[in-house]
């Protein structure tokens, strides 16, 4: 007798300006999942927020859905009451000969796919512990914490993590302004009276969205004043002089924490200018560069850079351990560092718990390789083990906890 | 002689019940672009002439195959049995067609009460038509079912469009109830809410400004701007009702004058409290035959807004002296933009950079100010202006204003820069007269990259009545100095710019001939090398609106 395989839910897209990028890395994980021992489910959270299911989803040509395609989907709920004896799953409504009925779809684990806002920050993984459902990565403490830069900074101050000095910036309450006389004498006793250029960027955002950099003050109003459109908060850092950037990916494997190989994008790719990249395949617009983005895995990189003395490696590799246990980290996990070439000064930039294509070509790469499969393997796994394990004892028997009397 | 056993009759009922499916249906699609056309009779008229709506394969395969079948069915009855098969065969693929036009559709239809009843009072319209071509043919004419059925088809497939403008117009006394009902909830809404109200109005500019101004405000407060072009009484009233809602600060109004009057009644929906005029000129023309009476009809605004105690923003520059002088020596409230040296607001200089519109103002209580944003066309320059003005009266600082200048968004179509990969495309579809046009190819010089070229695609402008050869023939002169290769869409309609270009052009410049907009596309997408910079006047740079193919 064959057991039977577990189903698992990759839920992507989002309401996130990271939105197209998610469907990638969903696609992606769901295509890499061990067809012997899973059943990949996926489900679809569009732009409104709603959620669909259907095979339709795995055909990347589709997206953005039409209205003939959306009629061949299923869309589909999520009930939290479940007990949490009985088995996750997911609800549709569909119309019968008589009258509606309701059609349950059961999975055992989801994989949160979604990039930034909405579901790499916390708020999904949150949900799904209230709800008793396993998932897989991070935990709620995790994702919130290393979304808000500004606390993924502040908690790695204390672990020697080297760090670019930042000013924190909120966002205005409605009808009062910015004033820059408020802000330069801050930023001047952080980053010095020669200060510009700097780096303004969104608190929580993910990605390169909103990124900016500011030459002088007037452009340090104008990356304020657009970033305060999508974000409550704002980090203004100095611009490293000759920058290249290093990302590597840390996960949890066997009870040990191991990292990835280290790579170089090319060309500047973290200012990648999301502006850009959408306007020119938006609705009517021309599109005479139709080549479909292939995600983060399509981007120019260098995987183990030669450059990098043994000092740099080794740094990279115990900072971005350090932050992956501080934070409570699960899943694969990917690791941003700033660098001046010329001094070769490093710096932790931001910690991505949901990165794009979860990193696996830097697993690929790593001096123990593991393939796609192997890393959804471990994911899967792992997140298994969490939920598992956080469902603990609940009764209120448990520390004389009961109130009500029971028969 | 009529055929009367039981597969034929099973036939005919087959048919009809397909019949009243393809009614259904037929008079759905229709419905979508009706809506489209905002149920305007005119306006579907024109679209169901010019995006050949009628219904063409339903009645030729009812009519071809089944009137064939039909003449030759005395005595062969088999042929018969195959004009019912023809008949059959056309409505399905007529519902077919209606069904694929509904699901295609990048604005699908929204199925509101209105359309409810439109529709079904279209069904009842087909349902009796048909009832009376079978009364008709079987007691005027008899002759068989099928040739009922044929007529019944090829009626119902053309009247589908006409049944929809007859329903709309028998409804028009509940439509009127219903739109009484729907104001009156506009009104009490903005009265429960009390957003601050901007009211904005002019010949031209007027969107423009609206959604630059809805920029500067949204960094300082949430912000709600009549969308688009929507600015009739019943379009801000659907804006009100479903989209303001209890956080929006401002909410800006654009103001279209269709008469007299027509502007009062929408400061009475919505009282401005701030308004801005950005000019007067002929845009409407046919509608108030004098400037003066353009002129009253714009400045309604400014004696409304002056009513509540506000104040009114006006481009001196683009609103004729003598009329202005007299309500400006009224007394009443009014802060004045242009390069005049009265203004409260004065241009110093306005430029054209790759990045955008440059401008250099003095204020008086302001001082000596640069502004950027990267919107292109100098005639943005006004509207940046009258922008600013509005929201520095409202107490906005002008280090913030300028800070969400640099961020504002172009408008779609309208000189609409957009940067894909190496190329650059001036999007300039929506433009409809000569200068618009002349700013396009001014543009092609600034932003052409150091070894790109500067390409035009166009088929000209239309609606130019008798100036048509002599404006043409002026841009073909411009053109010559600033394109490199400009590809014509059908060249007969233009023999003067033609010729002017041919004439004028430097010996390295081309002019290449196409019949069809996609063959002009086609040969873009073969040829367009990074560097170079391609304005699309007056054409959309895709195929938008394909014919429904009904």
Redesign the interface.
């Known amino acids: 007798m064959t057991k039977e395989k577990l189903i698992i839910a990759v839920i992507f897209g989002g309401r996130s300006v990271e939105h197209d990028v998610s469907i990638l890395t969903g696609l992606q994980f769901l295509d890499a999942l061990d067809q012997s021992r899973y059943q990949g489910l996926p489900l679809y959270v569009d732009p409104d927020g709603q959620w669909w299911t259907g095979d339709l989803l795995l055909k990347r040509s589709l997206y953005p859905h ?3 395609t959306r ?1 061949r989907l299923t869309p589909v709920t999520l009930p939290l009451g479940t007990s949490i004896r009985g088995r996750p799953h997911l609800m549709s409504s569909q119309k019968g000969l008589l009258g509606n009925k309701i059609i349950t779809i059961p999975f055992d684990l989801m994989v949160p796919a979604i990039h930034g806002s909405n579901g790499e920050d916390g708020s999904l993984q949150g949900l799904l512990s209230f709800a008793g459902i396993p998932y897989a990565g991070c935990r709620p403490l995790g994702a919130a914490a290393t979304m808000d830069k500004h606390v993924t900074k502040e908690a790695l101050k204390t672990r020697n993590i080297p760090l670019l000095p930042h000013i924190l910036v909120e966002k205005p309450a ?2 009062t ?2 004033s ?1 006389d408020a802000i330069l004498p801050q930023m001047e006793a952080k980053l010095g009276a020669d200060m510009f250029p700097v780096i303004v960027k969104p608190r929580h955002l993910g990605s390169s969205v909103g990124v900016t950099i500011a030459r002088d003050a ?1 452009g340090l ?2 990356a ?3 970033i ?2 999508m974000d409550t908060g704002a980090l203004i850092e100095p611009l490293v002089p000759d920058l290249v950037e290093y990302n590597i990916a840390v996960m949890r494997k066997n009870g040990q924490v191991i990292t990835s190989a280290i790579e170089k994008p090319l060309n500047g790719s973290d200012m990648l200018d999301f502006n ?1 990249k959408y ?2 395949g938006s ?7 139709e080549a479909p983005s292939d995600g983060m895995a399509s981007l120019n990189r260098e995987l183990n850079p030669a450059e990098l003395s043994e000092g740099q490696d080794s740094l990279i590799r115990s900072a971005a351990s350090t932050a992956f246990d501080l934070l409570d980290l699960a899943g694969t996990v990917r690791i941003d560092f700033l660098c001046n070439a010329k001094t070769g000064e490093l710096w932790l930039n931001e910690v991505n718990s949901i990165p794009g294509s979860f990193s696996y070509f830097l697993w690929q790469a790593a001096q123990d390789p593991l393939t796609f499969t192997d890393l959804s393997r471990t994911i899967v796994e792992e997140g298994i083990a969490l939920s598992r394990a956080e469902k603990g004892e609940t009764g209120t028997a448990t520390g004389n906890a009961r109130i009500f009397g029971r028969d | 002689m009529t055929t009367a056993f039981f597969p034929y009759s099973a036939a005919l009922i087959l048919t009809a019940l397909l019949g009243l499916v393809f009614a259904h249906q037929r008079g759905k699609a229709y419905l979508m672009y009706f809506q489209q056309e905002e149920y305007d009779a005119k306006r579907f008229r024109h679209w169901l002439s010019a995006h050949h709506g009628r219904d063409r394969a339903t009645s030729i395969f009812a009519l071809v195959a089944g009137g064939l079948c039909f003449g030759l069915s005395y005595g062969f009855f088999w042929l018969e049995a195959l004009g019912w098969a023809a008949l059959i065969i056309g409505l399905l693929d007529g519902i077919r067609r209606s069904r694929r036009s ?5 604005k ?1 239809l929204v199925m509101t009460d209105r359309a409810k009843r439109i529709l079904q009072l279209h069904i009842l319209f087909s349902a009796l038509l048909t009832g009376l071509i079978y009364a008709g043919v079987r007691f005027g004419a008899p002759t068989s079912d099928l040739a009922a059925s044929l007529i019944a088809i090829v009626v119902l497939a053309q009247a589908s469009p006409y049944f929809l403008m007859l329903a709309n117009a028998a409804l028009q006394p509940v439509e009127n109830r219903v739109k009484a009902r729907f104001l009156e909830e506009a009104r009490q809404k903005l009265r429960r809410l009390d957003p601050y109200i901007i009211g904005i109005t002019g010949s031209y500019g007027k969107t423009s400004t609206k959604s630059i101004l809805a920029h500067i405000l ?5 912000t709600l701007a009549t969308p688009g072009s929507v600015n009739t009484e019943m379009g801000i009233t659907r804006v009100v009702r479903e989209q303001l809602e209890p956080e929006h ?1 401002y909410f800006i109004v654009e103001m279209g004058a269709y008469g007299p009057g027509s502007i009062a009644r929408l400061c009475r929906l919505a009282p401005p409290k701030l308004g801005v005029i950005t000019a007067i000129g002929w845009a409407h023309y046919e509608r108030f035959k004098q400037i003066e009476t353009v002129f009253d009809a714009k400045f309604e605004l400014a004696d409304a807004v002056a009513q509540s105690g506000g104040t009114t923003i006006v481009n001196q520059d683009a609103i004729p002296g003598h009329l202005l002088k007299k309500r400006l020596s009224d007394g009443m409230p009014f802060i004045c933009v242009g390069s005049d040296k009265d203004c409260t607001l004065r241009l110093v200089s306005a430029d054209q950079t790759p990045d955008g519109v440059r401008l250099e103002i003095v204020g008086d209580d302001m001082g000596e100010v640069v502004l950027h944003a990267p919107l292109y066309g100098l005639h943005q320059a006004h509207n940046i202006m009258a922008a600013t003005a509005a929201a520095h009266s409202l107490g ?2 002008i ?2 204003i ?3 200048l ?2 504002a968004p172009q408008s ?2 309208r000189l609409e820069v ?4 190496d ?1 650059t ?1 001036i ?1 300039d579809a929506y433009n409809s007269n000569p200068s618009g046009f002349a700013s396009g190819l001014e543009l092609l010089d600034i932003l052409k990259a150091k070894d790109g070229r500067r390409i035009l695609i166009t088929p000209g402008m239309v609606e130019l009545g008798e100036k048509h050869e002599e404006e043409h023939h002026k841009l073909g002169e411009l053109a010559a100095r600033h394109v490199d290769i400009a590809l014509v869409v059908t060249p007969e309609r233009i023999p003067s710019f033609v010729a002017a270009f041919e004439a004028q052009k430097p010996s390295h410049a081309q002019l290449l001939r196409f019949n069809r907009q996609e063959d002009a596309q086609n040969w ?2 073969a040829h ?1 090398q990074n560097g170079d910079v391609i304005l ?1 006047e007056n054409n ?3 195929l ?1 609106e394909k014919p429904p193919g009904f």
């Open positions: 039409s209205a003939e009629a409605a009808g302004f910015l820059r007037d109003d104008a304020l004043s657009s305060f459109r850009t306007r020119a609705k009517g617009t021309p599109k005479l560069d | 509904l699901l295609q559709a990048k699908p949204s960094s300082a407060a949430p600060r906005m600082p280090d913030a300028r800070a969400a640099s961020s779609r179509h957009v940067r894909s990969g190329i495309i999007d873009i997408k367009a699309y959309l740079p895709d938008y």
